[in-house]
């Protein structure tokens, strides 16, 4: 439908006494300027009435004519607002008509019905976004929001160049390929280029996380062969850097465009990147990007929720969907060319429960190309049920404690280090002689914050505890590593320690592993996957004396005495079981699976079991291997 036909449709639903002044289209949104906003809202439910006629998404503002000056608007608000809502700040964004509420209780800011919100459009003209407030302090939140508003101006230009190309008319598409410029047939630097006769779309844009090898750090984005500027779009399916890491390097090569992600996605990669940045420099390489192309990958990021139908071009529409694997982690299903074919990218999936998140969905309008992660998909790869890995993890806790001694769990800041606490925090509640602290170092504690802002991306029972100001991050027994890591490890005192990074590959853990690795006491437990080559795999294998780089980046030899074990089971990962139970399970059923993220082997095994079990093209690009769908 093309805008003049939309603008006669909208005048047509209006009710007496409105006024259509201006259409504008933001990005992927279409944005409605109305006169008389009051009487517009007198109507029952008007924005999903006109959304619905004109099968797009609108934002709806009032006419300037409409609102009040921010002298008068702010008491005005702070008056319809219950007290009860915690209200921690109110903050305009006059480019986009806004009134940004920051608040504990969000819920009651939003009123019964939406009651509170109309309430505040209809008589101030202001349109309110509400954010949740962190039940913990998060620096990432602040400074995310902060940037969001200060950069409000150039994000209004960036969309409005955006949308112009996104509602823009253009001949239908001829063909539609997928070229692989990193992970596949390995972990890490997971990058594809979704390709039309008209559009080009980035689905991640990762970074292998060893950086020991230069080599195979980055995508192979100059195999791409397309100008930076002439990327319609990317896709970050969630945070972990081996998908993210590598969006900010884009943004200082020039790109402008929009960044797709899920509002946690935006914050979690947020925290990651500006780390990466600081592990680079503390590891005497160059960083690629700097903190300034972070922020300005912020400012361009479009959000979107699950379930949500967004045009990213004039042909292909995205839809997020629930991938299990880490908070605001998305399938991306691609309808491409009024359903020339359906594109299904899982990103990393958990087919199975977890104490966080609800299993990856299956069930799609439609589907016929699936690209499927394949870490844990080789024949082997059977991983014992999650009680079993939560059941070993206190086992070799409670016996370490007994003999006097600490336990160090490397863990990803996002991810299974919050999996962890929460099976640490219900152990505790229901131990009454579990006296013990639990450190928590690095960016856990951000990482968790994070988690208290999006509680409706968490399963019921989490959510529950969040909103019921009993947040299990907030338990007595996590501490927030304030003091020396040495002083922790001298202490008498029995501890377990939570610290990244998860495969030891540097910060907090690495350093701890140097001071408890001669301790026969100590106990090393693993949590997750470690990466081919990484340290954590090495002594994973039963290596007693690894080589590392220390702080100031010079080689070192740790001894290994301390006791390893492996909970296995903790992973955000589906194991083969799963995998395979997700692609069976998939509806509609695909017509070719693709199996990428894995190393070599697990990527081959995992699709010739695909292709026998499901009669179905199932087959394992290499990194550069271009797949023509249509
Ligand atoms: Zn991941
Ligand atoms: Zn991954």
Redesign the pocket.
């Known amino acids: 439908m093309q805008i003049n036909e939309v603008e006669k449709k909208i005048e047509q639903l209006l009710p007496p006494g409105c006024e259509l002044t201006k259409i504008e289209i933001e990005g992927p949104d279409i944005v409605i300027y109305i006169k008389g906003i009051d009487k517009f809202y007198e109507l029952d439910n008007p924005i999903k009435t006109i959304a619905i006629a004109i099968k797009k998404k609108i934002i709806v503002r009032a006419d300037m004519t409409d609102i009040l000056p921010l002298d008068q608007a702010e008491p005005k608000i702070k008056e319809l607002i219950p007290e009860t809502a915690g209200v921690e700040s109110i903050k305009f964004c006059p480019e986009f008509h806004e009134v940004w509420i920051e608040a504990m209780k969000p819920g009651i800011v939003i009123g019964k019905g939406g009651m509170t919100l109309k309430s505040i459009i209809k008589s101030t003209g202001w349109v309110p976004h509400i954010l949740r407030s962190p039940t913990l302090p998060s620096e990432i939140i602040k400074g995310v929001r902060a940037s969001m508003l200060k950069e409000s101006e150039a994000r209004k230009k960036f969309l409005t160049k955006a949308g112009k190309k996104i509602f823009s008319v253009q001949q239908k598409t001829t063909w539609i390929k997928v070229l692989a410029l990193g992970g596949s047939k390995e972990v890490g630097r997971s990058c594809f280029l979704l390709q039309t006769s008209n559009d080009k779309v980035l689905l991640d844009c990762g970074v292998n996380p060893d950086i020991s090898d230069p080599s195979i750090t980055y995508p192979y984005l100059a195999a791409a062969n397309v100008p930076i500027d002439e990327i319609d779009a990317i896709i970050v399916s969630?945070a972990?850097l081996?998908?993210s890491g590598f969006v900010p390097y884009l943004f200082a090569c020039g790109y402008e465009g929009p960044v797709y992600v899920t509002p946690p996605t935006r914050d979690l990669m947020a925290l990651l990147q500006f780390d990466y940045i600081k592990v680079m420099k503390r590891e005497g390489a160059t960083p690629v990007y700097s903190e300034k192309d972070v922020r300005k990958m912020i400012a361009h990021c479009v959000t979107r929720e699950y379930g949500e139908v967004t045009d990213i071009t004039p042909e292909i529409k995205l839809t997020f969907h629930n991938a299990g694997?880490?908070l605001g982690?998305a399938i991306s299903h691609l309808h491409i060319s009024d359903g020339l074919h359906n594109l299904i990218y899982t990103?990393?999936i958990k087919y199975g429960g977890t104490r966080l998140f609800n299993p990856a969905a299956t069930t799609f309008p439609r589907g016929e190309t699936v690209r499927l992660e394949s870490t844990y998909g080789g024949k082997d790869d059977m991983l014992p049920p999650r009680v079993e890995a939560e059941q070993k993890l206190l086992r070799v806790i409670t016996e370490t404690m007994q003999q006097k001694g600490k336990v160090l769990v490397p863990v990803f800041s996002v991810?299974r280090s919050q999996e962890v606490m929460l099976v640490l925090e219900e152990f505790a509640r229901r131990t009454p002689d579990f006296n013990y602290k639990v450190y928590i170092d690095g960016m856990v504690m951000e990482a968790s914050a994070i988690h208290t802002v999006y509680p409706e991306y968490l399963r019921d029972n989490v959510q529950r505890m969040i909103l019921s100001n009993k947040s299990p991050f907030e338990s007595q027994i996590f501490e927030l590593v304030k003091t020396d890591r040495q002083a922790i490890v001298d202490s008498p005192d029995p501890c377990v320690i939570l610290a990244p990074s998860g495969m030891l590959s540097g910060g907090p853990s690495r350093a701890y592993l140097k001071l408890m690795a001669e301790n026969p006491k100590n106990t090393l437990t693993f949590v997750g996957y470690q990466g081919i080559n990484t340290l954590g795999r090495k002594i994973q294998r039963g290596d007693k004396e690894v080589a590392t780089l220390d702080d100031a980046g010079r080689m070192e030899s740790i001894h290994i005495k301390m006791r390893i074990e492996t909970a296995e089971g903790f992973s955000?990962?589906s194991d083969k079981r799963q995998l395979i139970a997700f692609a069976k399970n998939l509806k509609p059923k695909p017509t070719k699976i693709f199996t990428v993220h894995g190393e070599e082997s697990k990527c081959e095994d995992l699709a010739h079991v695909l292709s026998k079990i499901m009669r179905v093209e199932a087959r394992a690009p290499m990194n550069l291997d271009g797949i023509r769908l249509k």
Do not use: L, N, T, V
């Open positions: 969630h972990h081996d998908h694997h880490i982690s990103g990393d991810g955000g990962h």
